[in-house]
T-cell receptor, first 116, second 112 residues
């Protein structure tokens, strides 16, 4: 079974530029998460999708970050314009959506963003 | 609001030592607790998952325990090796399809 795919693996941009990250979850996984991990910190949720609907985006800085999952499969996270403090690893995770069961999250390799 | 704390933040041990990493959480109403390993610049590798009804899980040289009532978990690594050097993250889940809440991690260095 293929794992969660993310691209690009690394990205370096200047502040105020735009950047987009892509995630393809494990086939059949209804729930998709984007986490931000700043150096020295644990990952923190940015946004959670169930199929193509947003479940939780309370921690997403909506003035500059946006995310979509149009067909309920792969997802794109965009930052426009980027700030220095956006330098982090962006992790995508997916899980099944089985009622009454624990739905383990599986993580992709992450995208390391450096904003100069 | 659930908060997860990991102690120590960093640990350096000689090869062959047994060691314990600690994790504590503020809300005992968790569904599961999971330990992850993260190598520099890489994603997360799941090591052990303990369901809330369980007390411990073992995988090879790793043993994780869970005391839900006191809000604590420990990860025990036996006979440490240089290849164990990494950051170890603890995360808890609440009931339902909810995001994981992570600690900041313990950075482990095993010296040959």
């Amino acid at each position: 079974e293929a794992g969660v795919a993310q691209s690009p693996r690394y990205k370096i941009i200047e502040k105020r530029q735009s950047v987009a990250f892509w995630c393809n979850p494990i086939s059949g996984h209804a729930t998709l998460y984007w986490y931000q991990q700043i150096l020295g910190q644990g990952p923190k949720l940015l946004i959670q999708f169930q199929n193509n609907g947003v479940v939780d985006d309370s921690q997403l800085p909506k003035d500059r970050f946006s995310a979509e999952r149009l067909k309920g499969v792969d997802s794109t996270l965009k930052i426009q314009p980027a700030k220095l403090e956006d330098s982090a690893v962006y992790l995508c995770a997916s899980s099944l959506d089985r009622w009454g069961a624990y739905n383990e999250q599986f993580f992709g390799p992450g995208t390391r963003l450096t904003v100069l | 609001k659930q908060e997860v704390t990991q102690i120590p933040a960093a640990l350096s041990v000689p090869e062959g030592e047994n060691l314990v990493l600690n994790c504590s959480f503020t809300d005992s109403a968790i569904y599961n607790l999971q330990w992850f390993r993260q190598d520099p610049g890489k994603g997360l590798t799941s090591l052990l998952l303990i369901q809330s009804s369980q007390r411990e899980q073992t995988s090879g040289r790793l043993n994780a325990s869970l005391d839900k009532s006191s809000g604590r978990s420990t990860l025990y690594i036996a006979a440490s090796q240089p290849g164990d050097s990494a950051t170890y993250l603890c995360a808890v889940s609440q009931p339902g399809n909810t995001p994981l809440v992570f600690g900041k991690g313990t950075r482990l260095s095993v010296i040959a």
